[in-house]
């Protein structure tokens, strides 16, 4: 049974540092095949994707928005996707998702954690 845990969100004065945890249960990095993705939800608007990394490693950052602020990485040891979050703005105030997209045994399944809170104010 595939589980995402977030953590690491909180309240954090603009201009301020977090980062985010995803926790992955029911597979492992180094054998699968998967995206795992960063999410975000703000207060009255849609969902919307931050950032991608794939199972060879590759990041994309897709939000506009969070481009040279934003990074992902992850930590294969402890099957763990970070969003690291740098000079933090009230606008990225929202809730974080983590999402995986894997794909074994002939089949793509799509998993997401429960989120985490982000709240940038003074």
């Known amino acids: 049974q595939v589980q995402l845990v977030e953590s690491g969100g909180g309240l954090v004065q603009p201009g301020g540092s977090l980062r985010l945890s995803c926790a992955a249960s029911?597979?492992?990095?180094?054998?699968?095949?998967?995206?795992m993705s960063w999410y975000r939800q703000a207060p009255g608007k849609e969902r919307e994707l931050v950032g991608t990394?794939?199972?060879?490693?590759?990041?994309?950052m897709v939000a506009d928005a969070v481009k040279g602020r934003f990074t992902i990485s992850r930590d294969n040891a402890k099957n763990t996707v970070y969003l690291q979050m740098n000079r933090l703005k009230p606008e990225d105030t929202a809730v974080y998702y983590c999402?995986?997209?894997?794909?074994?045994?002939?089949?793509?399944?799509?998993?997401w954690g429960q989120g985490t809170q982000v709240t940038v104010s003074s």
């Open positions: 999402r995986a997209r894997l794909s074994r045994y002939g089949n793509t399944g799509i998993y």
């Open positions: 029911g597979f492992t990095f180094t054998s699968s095949s998967y995206t």
């Open positions: 990394i794939t199972s060879s490693g590759v990041t994309t």
